[in-house]
């Protein structure tokens, strides 16, 4: 019989071919160049969002009392909103060695996309069980190469300095991957957690991708080369 994470990752697979066609839309772009830094903005309106909602699903955790799941979870999340500190301004730093000022990207209006990805997990998180949250790690905490984003900067002459943080994560996520399958195994999840779980995980995978082919029609419908010289 496979495992809670096998199956969870067997669904994420499901969805890869979703994910990787909206990449390869993106990375793949004749403008990457020019696209490149909106795609870094709107990372950012996620990745802020991290620590906040790893911090809320310590505090969710910690009011559900006699809950074993959550008892487990609540120093999980505590120590991972630890360790994701700063990342955000770490992309910031990135996005200003690139030319752009970081207070416009602070200025820029969230798409919805972005919204639906971050906000279904904060309903969640609040209305159902914080074990939700492990279903949105699962996807974006996936170890990927780190040798493809140089290649790919130094094909559009971008400066390594706008990847740093893309590439800290390549390093970090790996082991981070690891211990959530081991966490997710160790769960005395309940079928109805488990299935939330799944849906959360699906609900991302899905979302990601959607973030990702808004990012580029939003380039394409909104951008001449005049204009994407500026945020």
Do not use: F, G
């Given at each position: 019989m496979s495992s809670r994470s096998e199956r969870l990752n067997f669904k994420i697979s499901l969805l890869r071919p979703e994910m990787q066609a909206a990449a390869a839309r993106l990375y793949l772009h004749d403008r990457f160049d020019e696209l490149f830094p909106h795609f870094?903005?709107?990372?950012?309106?996620?990745?802020?969002?991290?620590?906040?909602?790893?911090?809320?699903?310590?505090?969710?955790?910690?009011?559900?009392?006699?809950?074993?799941?959550?008892?487990?979870?609540?120093?999980?999340?505590?120590?991972?909103a630890v360790e994701e500190q700063l990342h955000d301004d770490w992309l910031l730093e990135d996005i200003e060695s690139l030319g752009i000022n970081p207070q416009t990207v602070l200025e820029r209006v969230p798409s919805p996309a972005a919204a639906s990805l971050v906000g279904s997990q904060y309903y969640w998180i609040e209305n159902y069980h914080p074990v939700a949250f492990l279903g949105y790690l699962a996807v974006l905490e996936r170890p990927f190469d780190p040798q493809y984003f140089k290649r790919l900067g130094r094909k559009w002459n971008i400066p390594e300095s706008g990847f740093r943080t893309i590439l800290l994560h390549a390093e970090l996520d790996d082991g981070h991957r690891a211990e959530l399958d081991q966490l997710i195994d160790e769960l005395p999840l309940t079928d109805a957690q488990e299935e939330m779980l799944g849906i959360s995980t699906i609900a991302t995978a899905s979302g990601t991708a959607t973030l990702f082919n808004d990012i580029v029609d939003q380039f394409e419908r909104t951008c001449d080369t005049a204009q994407c010289a500026q945020l």
């Open positions: 870094l903005c709107t990372v950012h309106t996620t990745i802020r969002a991290s620590v906040p909602m790893m911090e809320l699903c310590e505090r969710r955790c910690r009011e559900l009392k006699n809950d074993p799941v959550a008892a487990q979870l609540a120093e999980y999340y505590a120590e991972h």
